[in-house]
């Protein structure tokens, strides 16, 4: 019995392009919203400190490549992994731009 390999629907991958943030762009190597205690939270990973996120409050702008995302948030925690930091603010303002 032969089986035909069916051709799956390519999807269009949503890939990390860019962050701004209070109107500064900030060299970071990712960006994840995900859910903690009922609360999104933005997680943004960078190689070194940087002055620009160091605000109680700020507005992002995410540039991936299908869509452009504008956020507020406030200052959760930051931490330091190896060389690695992650800044993470707790978010109450999200809206989605698709290009």
């Keep these: 019995m032969l089986f ?3 051709k799956k629907d390519k999807k269009q991958i949503d890939r990390f392009q860019k962050l701004v943030a209070g109107g500064v762009e900030i060299k970071a ?3 994840r919203v995900f859910p903690e205690d009922d609360i999104a939270v933005l997680e ?3 190689p ?3 002055e620009a996120l160091h605000y109680d409050e700020l507005d992002f702008e995410l540039y991936t490549s299908c869509k452009v995302i ?3 948030g406030e200052f959760k925690d930051a931490e ?8 993470r ?3 109450y303002e999200y809206n989605e731009f698709f290009e």
Excluded: A, H, S
């Design 4 to 6: 035909k390999k069916r």
């Design 44 to 46: 943004i990973t960078v």
């Design 48 to 50: 070194e400190v940087t």
């Design 89 to 91: 603010y707790k978010l």
């Design 80 to 87: 330091k992994k190896g060389k690695l930091r992650f800044y």
């Design 70 to 72: 504008k956020m507020k």
């Design 29 to 31: 190597l990712n960006c």
